[in-house]
């Protein structure tokens, strides 16, 4: 008789124990949770703005396009200096590979696609400095041939911020004779920025 | 409970009383001898099960992937502890840890953070939730208590995600943040 409400007791107990998951009986109980998330690898860049820093020579970015104002001088019909800074919010979060890209591998004459005759010039060479982090490379798209041109860089950790890009027309530079003149005609490059994470 | 027992008490001391009543026949009478017969019913507290889902959060993917930072409408769906019961008067206590990159060990570079911050609410026990905010070094509402046992269900929220140093800073690339929240009911106030 002083058994069963014992034993009663203790059913009730595992019962409960059962039907909550509690392991014993205890004055202190616990439930742990946990949370999870993922970053996954990112690069974005926005879009180029000028800045007033090495501006010479520039007319303007319009959109996408830097425009110079006098790409060649009137007496010696060679090449104007110019030169401009562009920026760029980006950012990776993780290591990654940043690659500059030029489609002519120096500013070409529209059509041109034949080496210089005459002593005459066609395409226009250029010169790029990178910073972006603690990466500051210098680079030449140096319009020998009209070619794709790139220079990867690899960056080892995650970064965000400005990308500075300088580029750079020297005085006199063509792709034939120092100071020699250009032929007539409309001049450009198309650059990339590529940033991939690795 | 304790009318049951006094039943059995008696019970207990007429069988007593009749077996010395079967043996004074061959000796002196003695008795009736009372059996006291007691009982103690243990302080016990359970937080109880989720009846479904897990006990993981996952929030997926936790970054804005045109910008690397936080998202701002992180909002999971909250957990329930079914069957929670203290048999007295009890604390609810809730701590959490942020989430933290599990790949990404080392200090991150300028500009990032390897943790996000978040509040995590154990309400339905108390008026009053116990709430742990990770972002704090103290947390003053982190324990909550009642006078009287209880028995309901204890709802686990996370809310107010942000990323440890400020909201403009990145989350570095990680496949696993993993934070940890704990729960706990004790007996007693």
Known sequence: ?198 | MTKHRFLIAATLAAAVSAAAGAASAASNIAGPVGVPVTGHAVTFCTTGSLTNGTTVFDLGVLTDTTTGELKNNIAPVSKTLNGAICNTASTINVAAQPMTAQSFTIAPPSGFSRSVDYTATASGWTTTPAVYETSQTTNGGATQSRNSAFSGPITVTLSGFSTTGGSTLRLVSDPNYLGAIVVTLAAGN
């Open chain 1, 1 to 198: 008789m002083v058994m069963k409400p014992l034993a009663l007791a203790a059913i009730a107990a595992a019962a409960l124990a059962a039907a909550t998951g509690a392991q014993a009986q205890s004055p202190t109980s616990t439930a742990n949770f946990t949370v999870t998330g993922s970053a996954p690898k990112i690069c974005a860049i926005s879009g180029p703005t000028l800045t007033n820093t090495n501006l010479v020579n520039i007319d303007s970015l319009d959109g996408t396009t830097l425009k110079i104002s006098q790409l060649t001088d009137s007496t010696s019909l060679s090449t104007l200096p110019a030169s401009a800074e562009v920026s760029f919010d980006a950012v990776c979060t993780y290591a990654h590979t940043i690659t500059i890209q030029s489609l002519n591998n120096g500013l070409w004459r529209d059509g041109s696609t034949q080496a210089p005759q005459n002593g005459f010039a066609d395409a226009v060479p250029w010169t790029g400095r990178l910073q972006w982090g603690s990466l500051n490379r210098t680079f030449t798209f140096g319009a020998q041939n009209r070619q794709i041109q790139s220079y990867p860089f690899a960056v080892a950790s995650p970064n965000a911020g400005q990308l500075l890009l300088d580029i750079s027309i020297q005085a006199g530079s063509t792709n034939a004779v120092a100071n020699g003149p250009l032929l007539a005609g409309n001049y450009q490059d198309t650059i990339y920025v590529t940033l991939e994470p690795q």
